[in-house]
């Protein structure tokens, strides 16, 4: 579990062994010490049938006949002791099944459930749901029998346990009493009767007899003592065991386990933890009492912060595959109200393990969780909803568990579709600005609850948000799962209907962008000028890493702010209203509360302990990457726009003159960066709180990533290569205006790949800064290209002039990417292609350049490129797995047949491809 506080992380780290293996300990010290005392009692009863009543029953006195009677009585029915007897263990088990294990139906319906996210929330709905139904009204009636029952029960358990107890007192204050006295005294044998020869072994006989029962009851009272209980308790706290089922469990631990090592077993008693003994009362054929005890415990520890992680890796050693499924099939009990609580703390616990779930250990498993995802308004559980979720979102980052489910993948995505349009049914109420700031705020200053409408509203964005995100990783696999599921979710109708999901979870452009690569789909979104309009504004947004998702998770968290805290947001978020009146500073109230971080909502008490985090499950939503609406945007825009003049036309007629020139800023690094220093320059003027100008400080730099340049240079080569239509004529000046820079970049970027480390031999998928640059270079070239393609021979020449470029040095730079780039990926499919083009444009253009391209080596370069041509140039770009954009293989080769042809045009080609081939490595070429 990822935990985002120092304190908390911290806390984890030190833990290292979990708190029962102390207590385990205490109860073998405890067996040890009753296993002592049991031996003295056992020598004692013989002692005394054997031995006194047996040897000297009419010699010793009355009185001491007496007391050894008793005394072995006593000993004989197992008060003192002896429980590793199965015929006396009922000492032990009795009054706590009686007292702790039957619970009213009644009061458990009106007990909040505490596997629930929001107890509260959910207590008073069902309240307002079962308020005067005449139905209840006579369950009530018809529970009232087993009420009087149970409590009978509990009743004659308690009487049971108080006459154990005195009964115990009773016991070892006789035996402590009546042994002390008679050591004490020693007249065991009459005065006149001391030298008679059949008289003189009682003494000694009735001393060990009472110095044996002596013993054993001291050590009794010490066993007594013992600190397993104290510890016990120390364990609840430290796991939160708090209510019934935790003194059960605990109960039961401390029993069980004290039984086990009285009985032998040893080694695998003292390896015992908490967890696994809730684990094993869950899967275990027992009662469903015993076995919502268990599920209880293993939610609640798997939510203590300190201990969570070392309690999951124990739980995950001890799960064999028939327990695991044991424990995946309570997701669906429904039957009975206990059965449903099950049902939900199980789901947690699921949760924890989902990341280790094989679904062909656990077939059933997508069919529960899909039993779980129910949309309709009228029975839907949000909570259930929720974990349900979570549970797919984690088994599905598993490729193997996609191909063994992929049956029940296809029947759980109308599901998952269906709640992507949950919010629609509340359009008119959104998380926005200015619903933040004029209704929860206010409300948190009165120190009210959230109202259960807004809550709602709030889980309704968080659901659309996580189903979003698992519908996009469904359409996103790879092979033919993902084609089946594209083809399967494309045939639902109402699947991304509201076009407004688009702006708000950044899931939205994903799952666009998967579906488009179908040709059909491609065509029927880009036929939709609603959704191209709002993958626009994702891709102009200003705001590109607001995550709706993230912030209605911390709105969640504001009803745990103190109230200082809660004046530190309210001063700030005006501060930003009033102060931040600038046309360069763009920060909402969503962004803002999206940057707030976790110090600044919850009290540092709360910060250590993550208690509020842990019970509403948001701390995987809290830990996300930050994702980029605009990057995600582009990727849709690439997709819909690549090879398909129609959807480039479309996307083109959305675009203002002025966005198109924002679009062609945003490919240049330098002026990102000088934006990102003049608004931060700015801010500093600003007299803000420091609270204020961290927050703000934050959002400013993490607009200011430049790690979408090569997709907005992507997106501008399918706009000009594809788009160029009577209506979009003004945007070509536009683009075309780039060339120089875009020159300019292609030279910058060369000279990052011509550090030592990136040859041939070491290139790699993990070397990262390299694939970014070698994204950039493919687009970038390939913008080169489309451009250049508008220009004669004369506009290249004043283009480099304008750039402050040499024609030898671009030439160089061209050819040292078909040099280094040998092998090309995934990642940029099409670079040497884009090269050879732009190479082959030159040459065509321009019969003057064979002698700069012969003197840089190029025609020996283009061996190279025949020899090494793999399938995956034939594409333009690969999304999910899935070329777009594809040609043939040829396609590359007769680029290079043709280009070698115009070299080999050249005057005097042989003598001088001799000597340029021997001696181009020694060329040096500057940067004019």
């Known amino acids: 579990t990822m935990v985002d506080s120092p304190a908390a992380r911290e806390k984890v780290e030190e833990a290292t062994s979990l708190p029962e293996e102390w207590l385990n300990l205490a109860i073998l010290c405890k067996a040890f010490v009753s296993k002592a005392m049991n031996g003295l009692g056992t020598l004692a009863t013989i002692w005394a049938t054997v031995v006194l009543l047996g040897g000297f029953a009419v010699l010793i006195k009355k009185q001491d006949f007496w007391y050894v009677t008793i005394i072995a009585f006593v000993e004989s029915i197992g008060v003192l002791g002896g429980y590793e007897d199965p015929t006396y263990q009922i000492f032990i088990r009795t009054p706590g099944l009686l007292i702790d294990a039957l619970k009213s139906a009644d009061k458990k319906e009106q007990q909040p459930s505490l596997w629930r996210r929001r107890i509260q929330h959910h207590q008073q709905q069902q309240q307002n749901q079962s308020r005067g139904t005449r139905r209840n009204r006579l369950q009530v009636r018809k529970h009232k029998h087993f009420e009087e029952l149970t409590m009978s029960k509990r009743c004659l358990g308690v009487v049971i346990l108080v006459v154990m107890r005195l009964v115990e007192i009773a ?101 015992m933890n908490l967890i696994t003994f809730a684990m094993k009362l869950v899967v275990s054929d027992s009662t469903v009492d015993d076995q919502l005890v268990g599920i209880r415990a293993m939610d609640r520890i798997l939510r203590s912060v300190e201990y969570n992680s070392l309690a999951l890796t124990r739980l995950r050693a001890s799960l064999d595959a028939d327990s695991l499924g044991r424990l995946v099939g309570v997701l669906g009990l429904v039957r009975t109200p206990d059965e449903k609580e099950m049902r939900g703390h199980a789901a947690r616990v699921v949760l924890k393990l989902a990341p280790d779930i094989p679904v062909d250990t656990c077939p059933q498993a997508m069919s529960l969780i899909s039993s779980s995802l129910v949309e309709t308004a009228s029975n839907m559980d949000v909570d259930l909803v929720w974990f349900g979720l979570r ?26 579709i269906d709640l992507t349009n949950l919010n629609q049914r509340g359009r008119d109420r959104s998380i926005s600005d200015s619903w933040i700031e004029q209704e929860i705020i206010p409300l948190l200053e009165r120190e009210e609850d959230i109202p259960p409408t807004a809550i709602q509203m709030i889980d309704q964005q968080i659901i659309v948000g996580m189903s979003l995100k698992i519908l996009s990783k469904l359409v996103a696999k790879p092979g033919d799962v993902g084609k089946g599921l594209r083809e399967k979710a494309s045939t639902y109708m109402n699947l991304l209907t509201d076009s407004g999901t688009i702006l708000e979870h950044v ?33 102009l947004s200003k705001e590109p890493h607001v ?69 509403l499950d948001l701390d995987d939503l809290l830990s996300a990457e930050q994702e980029s609406r605009c990057e995600a945007a ?117 000279a990052k790949l011509e550090r030592p480390a990136c040859t041939s031999e070491n290139l790699s998928h993990n070397d990262g800064p390299w694939v970014e640059s070698g994204k950039v270079l493919e687009s970038f070239i390939g913008l080169a290209f489309h451009i250049c393609k508008g220009l004669d021979a004369s506009g290249f020449a004043k283009t480099l002039e304008g750039a402050n470029l040499t024609l030898d040095t671009l030439v160089m730079k061209l050819n040292k990417i078909l040099e280094l780039c040998k092998y090309p990926t995934t990642d940029f499919p099409s670079i040497r292609r884009s090269t050879l083009e732009l190479m082959a444009w030159m040459v065509q253009k321009n019969s003057n350049y064979r002698d700069i391209f012969l003197q840089c080596g190029v025609y020996e370069q283009l061996k190279e490129v025949a020899k090494t041509a793999g399938r995956v140039e034939r594409f333009e770009l690969f999304h999910c797995g899935v070329g777009v954009g594809g040609k043939d293989i040829s396609y590359i080769l007769s680029l290079v047949s043709e280009l070698k042809e115009q070299l080999e045009l050249c005057p005097h080609f042989e003598q001088r491809s001799h000597y340029y081939g021997a001696h181009a490595g020694t060329l040096t070429v500057l940067v004019a």
């Open 171 to 271: 016991a070892v204050a006789i035996c402590i009493a009546v042994s002390f006295g008679r050591l004490k005294k020693q007249d065991y044998v009459d005065p006149k009767d001391r030298d008679a020869a059949d008289h003189q072994n009682i003494r000694l006989s009735l001393n060990i007899f009472y110095g044996l029962v002596l013993a054993q009851s001291i050590i009794f009272i010490i066993m007594r003592l013992s600190p397993d209980s104290l510890l016990g308790f120390h364990i609840r706290v430290k796991y939160r065991l708090f209510g019934s089922s935790g003194r059960e469990i605990m109960y039961r631990y401390l029993s069980d386990n004290y039984l086990e090592f009285i009985t032998g077993n040893v080694r695998t008693t003292l390896k």
């Open 391 to 416: 549970i797919l979102d984690k088994l599905t980052d598993n490729q193997q568990n996609c191909r063994q489910a992929k049956g029940d993948l296809s029947d759980l995505l109308p599901k998952i």
């Open 507 to 539: 899931g939205a452009a994903k799952v666009i962008a998967c579906l488009a690569l179908s040709e059909d789909q491609k065509q029927e979104i880009g036929g939709s000028p609603q959704i191209i309009r709002k993958l626009k504004e994702c891709l």
């Open 547 to 615: 995550d709706i998702t993230k912030v209605a998770a911390k709105l969640l968290l504001l009803e745990y702010t103190t109230r200082d805290q809660l004046n530190q947001i309210k001063s700030s978020l005006e501060e930003k209203n009033v102060l931040l009146q600038d046309p360069s500073f763009s920060v909402p109230t969503t962004a803002f509360i999206g940057a707030l971080g976790r110090d600044q909502i919850l009290p540092s008490w709360m910060q250590k302990q993550q208690i509020a985090v842990q019970d």
């Open 634 to 750: 582009a990727k849709a825009l690439i997709v819909l726009t690549s090879g398909c003049e129609k959807n480039a036309a479309a996307v083109l007629q959305e675009i203002a003159e002025d966005e198109m020139k924002t679009i062609v800023g945003m490919l240049f690094q330098e002026d990102r960066e000088e934006k990102r220093r003049r608004m931060l320059a700015r801010l500093q003027e600003r007299n803000l709180h420091p609270e204020t100008s961290r927050v703000v400080k934050k959002i400013i730099c993490a607009e200011g990533g430049g790690r979408t340049r090569s997709l907005h240079a992507k997106l501008l080569q399918n706009l000009r290569a594809h788009g160029v239509t009577a209506n979009s004529t003004h945007h070509i000046p536009v683009i075309d205006g780039a060339l120089p820079e875009v020159l300019k970049a292609i030279v910058d970027e060369v």
